[in-house]
């Protein structure tokens, strides 16, 4: 079983940054794909930010610039910074890996983590 958990979230004002970071554990023989969404109240989730396990990248639009998604293969861990944060940022954030365990190696399959809430307002 592959579990995550994520942190870093919480208040900030406009304009200020935060660190999210989710660690992967469990029975892991591969991560390819991981990923930050984020679904605001009323809204759809969207995706924000995914990292494959190359190092490419790839951001929604609206976040291009101001965060900056990096993992630490190792580590299987996936990190968010988030500058120049805006009220519409507002959402909570999950984390999404595609992972392969140790007892099926050849099939990736999502794992979420619970979320985290960040609120950007003064």
């Known amino acids: 079983q592959v579990q995550l958990v994520e942190s870093g979230g919480g208040l900030v004002q406009p304009g200020g940054s935060l660190r999210l970071s989710c660690a992967a554990s469990?029975?892991?023989?591969?991560?390819?794909?991981m990923g930050w969404y984020r679904q605001a109240p009323g809204k759809q989730r969207e995706l924000v930010a995914d990292?494959?396990?190359?190092?490419?990248?790839s951001y929604t639009d609206s976040v291009k610039g101001r965060y900056t998604i990096s993992r630490d293969n190792a580590k299987n861990t996936v990190e968010l910074r988030m500058n120049s944060l805006k009220a519409e940022d507002t959402a909570v954030y999950s984390c999404?890996?595609?992972?392969?365990?140790?007892?099926?190696?050849?099939?990736?399959?999502?794992?979420w983590g619970q979320g985290t809430l960040v609120t950007v307002s003064s």
């Open positions: 990292i494959t396990s190359g190092g490419s990248t």
């Open positions: 469990g029975s892991i023989f591969s991560i390819n794909v």
């Open positions: 999404k890996d595609h992972v392969a365990t140790v007892a099926v190696k050849y099939r990736y399959r999502e794992v």
